[in-house]
């Protein structure tokens, strides 16, 4: 359901909550439009607004809203980002704060990383996180101000432990199109693979 909704409704749709994901309300799903007015709920299903849907405080996590919502893109505008930059910065919230650089690759709408099996980033594992991807578009010099649209995901990090080979093959195929290796049942034992589930996601352009 929640893939055929976001098919749906690809050239207004900002996010999209699971009741799983939502408090005050005993909704489905949730469905935040930029060209909604005016709420309204149909089939147990609430289509809203940015401004309504932080005003009446659904969502069980406290993460931010944006100052200037006349900036947000959609929600397949933010993967078409994450389509095209390589790579981003994944924040965790742990003894101390800490954010590393991280190649992604995106499989059926969801966002995996490759990494090894130690490093500090998975201090984060099963955790809220957060991570953000820039597309630089440039300095605009008359107006003093550098362009750039950019992607910032919020979400549970976790090991992905099914699946593995066909999305160790997706990942090569995005870094090293052409390449072809035979993955091994070894190799595949070895390699950690991780995901974000994701909760909420702000696409935003900063042009002039």
Same mark, same amino acid.
């Given at each position: 359901?929640?893939?055929?909704?976001?098919?749906?409704?690809?050239?207004?749709?900002?996010?999209?909550?699971?009741?799983?994901?939502?408090?005050?309300?005993?909704?489905?799903?949730?469905?935040? @439009?930029?060209?909604?007015?005016?709420?309204?709920?149909?089939?147990?299903?609430?289509?809203?607004?940015?401004?309504?849907?932080?005003?009446?405080?659904? *969502?069980?996590?406290?993460?931010?809203?944006?100052?200037?919502?006349?900036?947000?893109?959609?929600?397949?505008?933010? &993967?078409?980002? *994450?389509?095209?930059?390589?790579?981003?910065?994944?924040?965790?919230?742990?003894? /101390?704060? +800490?954010?590393? =650089?991280?190649?992604?690759? /995106?499989? !059926? #709408?969801?966002?995996?990383?490759?990494? #090894? %099996?130690? #490093?500090?980033?998975?201090?984060?594992?099963?955790?809220?996180?957060?991570?953000?991807?820039? !597309? !630089? @578009? #440039?300095?605009?010099?008359?107006?003093?101000? %550098?362009?750039?649209? =950019?992607? %910032?995901? +919020?979400? $549970?990090?976790?090991? /992905?432990?099914?699946?593995?080979?066909?999305?160790?093959?997706?990942? *090569?195929?995005? $870094?090293?199109?052409? &390449?072809?290796?035979?993955?091994?049942?070894?190799?595949?034992?070895?390699?950690?693979?991780?995901?974000? !589930?994701?909760?909420?996601?702000?696409?935003?352009?900063? $042009? %002039?």
């Amino acid at each position: 359901m929640k893939t055929e909704l976001i098919k749906q409704y690809t050239e207004n749709l900002l996010n999209i909550y699971t009741k799983e994901l939502l408090k005050n309300c005993d909704y489905d799903y949730i469905l935040v @439009l930029n060209n909604q007015e005016e709420s309204q709920v149909i089939n147990n299903i609430l289509y809203t607004n940015y401004q309504d849907f932080y005003k009446r405080d659904y *969502l069980k996590y406290s993460i931010p809203p944006i100052r200037k919502p006349r900036k947000l893109l959609t929600y397949n505008d933010g &993967f078409n980002i *994450l389509n095209k930059v390589d790579y981003g910065t994944l924040a965790i919230s742990s003894k /101390v704060p +800490y954010c590393t =650089s991280l190649n992604h690759f /995106v499989v !059926d #709408g969801h966002i995996y990383f490759h990494c #090894g %099996h130690t #490093g500090y980033k998975l201090e984060g594992l099963n955790q809220l996180v957060c991570y953000n991807v820039v !597309d !630089d @578009l #440039g300095i605009h010099k008359e107006v003093f101000t %550098h362009n750039h649209q =950019s992607v %910032h995901i +919020y979400g $549970f990090l976790k090991e /992905v432990k099914e699946n593995k080979k066909a999305l160790l093959e997706a990942f *090569l195929q995005r $870094f090293t199109p052409g &390449f072809t290796k035979n993955l091994n049942d070894q190799m595949i034992q070895n390699s950690m693979l991780l995901e974000i !589930d994701i909760i909420h996601m702000n696409v935003k352009k900063h $042009f %002039h």
